[in-house]
């Protein structure tokens, strides 16, 4: 079974910080390798890249949900190491879509699925999230479909 080219990268980042002695950034990296890891032995899967990906969306998810709930409580040392946290994994994210992009793929998707109203939110959803993968956020789309679902 072919290695996803992330989990590559991921391992390779797991390297040069050890390599480095960067033990903040090696301890993130391990610990997206270890749910790789987690997924490989409970589902007897080679995730591929798009799972390694998800995978990191919901990490980053994770994070800054707590990091938001650690200076909502004054914690700012906590606050600081899921911060840093964040910025280790997005650096194996791919790069943001524009609004202008987002928006292409939104009209480009309501077309395709020929939506007609609240209806066909599951539709074009479908449509958009392959494509946005990683590279958006999710609940963001949803609120921007739902809004021109709502206008049709």
Same mark, same amino acid.
């Given at each position: 079974m072919a290695d996803s080219a992330l989990k590559n990268q991921l391992t390779e980042a797991m390297k040069d910080a050890m390599r480095a002695k960067d033990k903040a950034r090696l301890g993130t990296v391990r610990m997206a390798l =270890? +749910?790789?890891?987690?997924i490989e032995v409970d589902e007897r899967i080679e995730p591929d890249d798009s799972r390694v990906l998800s995978l990191l969306e919901k990490m980053i998810k994770q994070r800054k949900e707590s990091l938001r709930q650690y200076e909502e409580a004054?914690?700012? *040392? !906590? =606050? *600081? $190491? +899921?911060q840093a946290? $964040? =910025?280790? !994994?997005q650096e194996f994210?791919? =790069?943001a879509l524009s609004e202008q992009e987002l928006d292409a793929i939104i009209t480009q998707a309501l077309s395709d699925t020929d939506a007609k109203g609240m209806q066909d939110m599951g539709k074009v959803m479908a449509a958009v999230k392959p494509q946005v993968a990683g590279r958006a956020d999710m609940g963001a789309i949803s609120q921007t479909i739902k809004s021109r679902l709502s206008n049709i």
């Open positions: =270890a +749910e790789i890891k987690r004054g914690r700012t *040392d !906590l =606050a *600081d $190491i +899921e946290e $964040i =910025a280790v !994994l994210m791919p =790069a």
